[in-house]
């Protein structure tokens, strides 16, 4: 009893660390460094502790010690209570979601079995898009609240956006449902050990639910409910210090989320390509059983967080190439053309796994 | 507008106002319109300006006319030497000066185009940047650096150069500003289709470009547009071709024109006129004659500084040009030219001293606001920075 309280408690901090503590600050650096590649720019290099720059890295801390020293402005006339609130909701479910997302498989250390997953959920995606729609009375709040004009165009947006989007991304996944017919994640995961990956057997479906989940997560070229150039900043204009940060966080956590969410569905989760579970445990047989049961672990979720690594980086390449759409084209694109195709992509797994 | 206490909210309207600017990230500056919002959709459009207000118009009444010359650089700040040169040609025209020596005339050419092509990479940058394209403005911002260098090398300033002068230019070029200026001319062709690259053929940017702002040929006239929005609703029309001014028909050069007048067509001008200039400065180059870099009259220009030591009438002329100016005879003149935005032309009076008695700016910015603002009626707020972007506008030269 206590042991299994004691494991769940290891991974809850082991998520909490790696999205929290290590994705969305470092993601902050990594976004910088990385569009200043691209843009044929340094990027950031200016903070220092006694010298050293460590390329940059010390920008995270400058940036937390910014956003924690910062005034926090409420803006005369905005409802408080709410826009104190707003933040807390949007950022709260881009963490809860991680409870039922696998990093790991199952594993025997020491006559016990453990499985990496939080909360292993028979409905896991279900839950996933379930907490994640929560986030969006997050936004739509901070925007009503703050009593500005660009924040309520800022918040309308957003939850039109997000509720069309949930709809397509809903449809999109299901034709990986069906072939693996289950929508448990862990059983999903697994079921890519040997057999073929997702976006080998879902083609359509892995680029449709890749789009539909960068809308979600409002980046471009989706990013028109915080669209800075026309928008001033969206629906998180009148925010500042750690109630932006907040929303800031959130926005980084999802790109995980979405990096895993992917990986999981269409991407071996935490597999090595021709590589089973088996053959890897074997190789590391002179460990002993216990050992190379912990070794196989580590490779795997070191496998998983790679990939997820892989997906964010790809986010970010497409963050920093294309233009913005617009508004009424953002939702002709999610309702005229992901939704026709999603559900045509359901009919045409549907006909295939009923033939062979 | 029935604006009450409460705020913009609570009217007996269905509209939402929205004011946008003068603190807005996409308004180029501290331009501010007001906009009648039903829903996502503008209603209306009323712009507001006057917010960059420095009164340089009224300010160069007191000026002799070579100090007025640093003040005509403040407004068109991204293009400054087309405005040196409007204004010196204007004046020009009043002291009566025919003709200038070639090498100014070239030197000028190329300071004109160098200035349109930086101008037109800042318009670039910021208009991809106002449709969401960050990395287009970087890389624009890129090239640009490489101009102000050049600018710098040349004048010992990077934007305001104050280089064009009243019979001339200020300096003759060094061999290795030429040589600078030439590995800019290799370097820009390859850089300009890397923008196009990222932005000609990319679907969401045709959807956002297309079809947005139209103007038609008799819209674009009845606005009193000018420049490449003019060219781009098909007008062909360029003050370089039609009058040529500072030797401008001896080189060849297009005038690029769309015929849609959309904000796609504007940006595959201004695009293309970034090449031609790059020809322009290419042949100014390879053509660029000897002799001397302004006229030789010295109740005009400065004499050589080495003369002032062994002639007493350089000296004279010298004491006479730094305290006194030069004195302009009496009348009025317009020369229009052709700037990186469109028209650009001082309206001069001249009362006989050293000072213009009345200078009118002639901004083509300026003369397209009101045409831009009737562009935004029934357009998306998104649609409405696009518009902005396209017309490229500079306040500088809008509240003058």
Redesign the interface.
Known sequence: MWIDLAITMVKILFILTITVGFFAPVLTWVERKQ?AI????IGANRADILGFTALGLFHIIADALKMFTKEDFIPQ?ANRALHTLSPIIALVPAIVTFAVVPFGGQYMLWGKEVSLVISDLDVGILFVFAISSIATYGYVVAGWSS?N??SL?GA??TASQMISYEVAMGLTIIGVLMVYGSMQLTEIGAAQETGYWGFILQPVGFVMFFTAAIAENKR??F??PE??????AGYFTEYSGLKFGMFFMAEFIEMVTIGAIMTILFFGAWHIPFLPTATLLSMFDFLGDDFSNLVVMLIHVGVFFGKVTFFIFVQMIIR??????????IMKLGWKVLLPLSLLNIVGTGIVILLF | MGVTEQGLLERDKDTMTLNMGPQHPSTHGVFRVLLEMDGEIVRSAEPDIGFLHTGIEKTAENKRYVHCIPMTDRLDYLSPPQNNLAFCLTAERLLGLQELPARADYLRVIMCELGRIGSHLVWLGTHALDIGAMTVFLYAWREREMILDLNEMISGVRMMTSYIRIGGVAKDATPQWLDGVRKFVDHVPGKIDEYESLLTNNPIWLDRTRGIGTMTKEEALNWSMSGPVLRASGIDWDWRKKRPYSRYDEFKFDVPTQDHGDVYDRYLVRVEEMRQSREIIKQALDNLPDGPYKIEDNKISLPPRDTLHTSMESLIHHFKLVSDGVKVPKGSAYVPTEGARGEVGFYIVSDGSNTPYRMKLRAPSFMGIPGMCQMMEGAFIADVVAIIGSIDIVMGEVDR
């Open positions: 569009s691209m843009q044929d720019r006339g009593n004009n660009w165009l309308m947006r471009v070229p990013d028109a669209a800075e150039s026309e928008l001033v920093w190439t294309l233009p913005r759409f617009r508004y009424d084209q």
